[in-house]
C-alpha cells in the first residue's frame, strides 16, 4: 500500500509532536520563548547544529505545524509563516532584491503590492515592469540583465484573469531567474504552482487557508535556500506570525478541500445565472467557458475559485446601486470567507487609481467582485437578482 496520502488526509492527519499528555487536538503554545538544559545545548542551538524552537520569533510549534501542513499540499521544500499576506509578499521581496534589481510582473496585482512596486521599492533603486495579462508575449522584451524574477497571480485580484504557469516557468528558466507566484485565490487545493514550475509560492493565510473572516496570516515556500534567505530576513525584521493565528489556521486547513468545493460550486452556479441576466454586461470566472483563459484554468486548477468578477450596466453608479440595494450579502473589502462578499472597486478600494490603470486591470466601472460563501446557492442568487433588479 501507497504510502502517499491524499490532500484532504494530509490537511487533517499532519501535526505535531503529541505532548505528554496524549492530545488528540493540538494544543495552543502561547509562549515567547523556550529553555535549554545547560549552556551547551543553548550554544548549540543558536548555532543551529541542534535544530529545535529557540524563540517565536523564529519558529513555534503552532507555525511549524502549519508550515508544514502547507509544504506538503504545495510540494514545497520549506516554508516560512507571516503576521499577514502582506507581510508575506514584503519580507519575500525585501530578503531576495537589492539595490539596482528590477522585477517583472503582472500589472493585474493587488492595489497593496503595485504600492510597494511604485512607491517604496524606487526609493530602494528598485525597479519594476508590467505586463499585461492579455499581452503574456510582451514578458521577455521587458527582462533586464538586473531582472531577479517574474511575480504574478493567478487567478489574478480583481479581474479573475488566469495566466498561464507553464509558460511564465518557461520564461523564467530560459533567463535564469525565478518566478513567484501569489496563489492566494486559487489556495493549494486547487492548485499548486510549484509543479508547473514555481520557485516560490505566497498565500495571504487571511483569506480562504482561514476561510471564516478571523485572523490574518501569510505564508511563502518553496525552494529551501531560497526559504533560507526569507527565514534569516525575518528573524530580523520580526513579521512572524502569531502563534494563536497559526493553531487556527492550522485548524482551518483540515476543512479547506470540504469548503473550496462548495465555494467553487456556488461561484459557477452565480456565473452561469449571470451570464443569461439582462443587467450585466459580462461575466469571468476561470470554469466559464467564455473566459479568454479557460483552456488554461482547465489544465492548471481543479476548480475554478470562489471569485466571480462581472459588470452591472449604469457606470460607477449602477454599481453602487446595486451595492445599496444587496440585503443578505455582505459588503466588504475582504475575500475568501463563509460568508458571500460583494465589492465594488471603482467607489471603493480604486476610487483613487486612475482610470487608464484601472482599466489596463480589468476594472470598468460598474465591475463587481464576488466571493462565493457557503450559504444555499438558491439565497445567493435571490439576493443579487433583487439587487439587480431593483
Not at 511549524?64 to 516554508?79: R, S
Not at 508575506?88 to 534589481?101: E, M, R, V, Y
Not at 451595492?323 to 478600494?349: Q, Y
Amino acid at each position: 500500500m501507497s504510502n502517499k496520502k491524499n490532500f484532504e488526509t494530509l490537511a487533517v492527519r499532519t501535526q505535531s509532536e503529541t505532548t505528554q499528555f496524549s492530545e488528540h487536538s493540538v494544543p495552543l503554545y502561547l509562549t515567547s520563548g523556550f529553555v535549554f538544559d545547560d549552556a551547551e545545548e543553548m550554544r548549540a542551538s543558536f548555532a543551529e547544529e541542534k535544530q529545535r524552537d529557540l524563540y517565536s520569533r523564529y519558529s513555534n510549534p503552532n507555525t511549524n505545524e502549519f508550515i508544514e501542513k502547507v509544504c506538503l499540499m504545495e510540494g514545497a521544500e520549506a516554508g516560512f509563516a507571516f503576521s499577514s499576506g502582506m507581510a508575506a509578499i514584503f519580507s519575500t521581496f525585501g530578503a531576495l532584491l537589492s539595490a539596482g534589481d528590477h522585477v517583472v510582473s503582472c500589472s493585474s496585482v493587488f492595489g497593496a503590492t503595485h504600492g510597494l512596486f511604485t512607491k517604496y521599492f524606487p526609493k530602494w533603486n528598485i525597479n519594476c515592469s508590467y505586463f499585461d495579462v492579455k499581452d503574456v508575449d510582451k514578458i521577455e522584451s521587458l527582462i533586464q540583465p538586473t531582472t531577479k524574477f517574474i511575480y504574478a497571480e493567478t487567478p489574478t485580484n480583481p479581474g479573475v484573469d488566469v495566466l498561464d504557469l507553464e509558460l511564465l516557468s518557461s520564461i523564467a528558466k530560459k533567463h535564469g531567474i525565478l518566478l513567484i507566484i501569489d496563489n492566494c485565490f486559487a489556495t493549494p487545493y486547487l492548485q499548486q504552482p510549484i509543479k508547473f514550475g514555481a520557485d516560490l509560492v505566497i498565500h495571504s493565510a487571511t483569506k480562504l487557508m482561514d476561510g471564516q473572516g478571523r485572523v490574518m496570516g501569510g505564508i511563502t515556500v518553496g525552494n529551501k535556500e531560497l526559504i533560507r534567505e526569507i527565514y534569516l530576513f525575518s528573524r530580523l525584521t520580526g513579521p512572524c506570525m502569531s502563534p494563536f493565528n497559526a493553531w487556527v489556521l492550522s485548524k482551518s486547513l483540515e476543512t479547506l478541500a470540504v469548503r473550496a468545493d462548495r465555494h467553487c460550486d456556488n461561484a459557477l452556479k452565480l456565473a452561469e445565472f449571470l451570464e443569461s441576466h439582462p443587467k450585466v454586461k459580462w461575466v469571468k470566472y476561470p470554469f466559464l467557458k467564455s473566459h479568454p483563459q479557460y483552456e488554461i484554468a482547465k489544465k492548471q486548477m481543479l476548480k475554478g475559485g470562489s471569485i466571480v468578477a462581472f459588470e452591472v450596466e449604469g457606470g460607477v453608479e449602477g454599481g453602487r446601486n446595486f451595492f445599496d440595494n444587496i440585503k443578505m450579502c455582505s459588503l466588504s473589502a475582504n475575500l475568501g470567507d463563509t460568508r458571500t462578499i460583494v465589492t465594488h472597486p471603482a467607489s471603493t478600494t480604486h476610487a483613487k487609481v486612475e482610470a487608464e490603470v484601472k482599466l489596463a486591470v480589468g476594472i470598468t466601472d460598474g465591475m463587481v467582485r464576488c466571493s462565493l460563501g457557503l450559504e444555499h446557492i438558491d439565497d445567493i442568487i435571490a439576493d443579487i437578482k433583487q439587487a439587480l433588479e431593483a
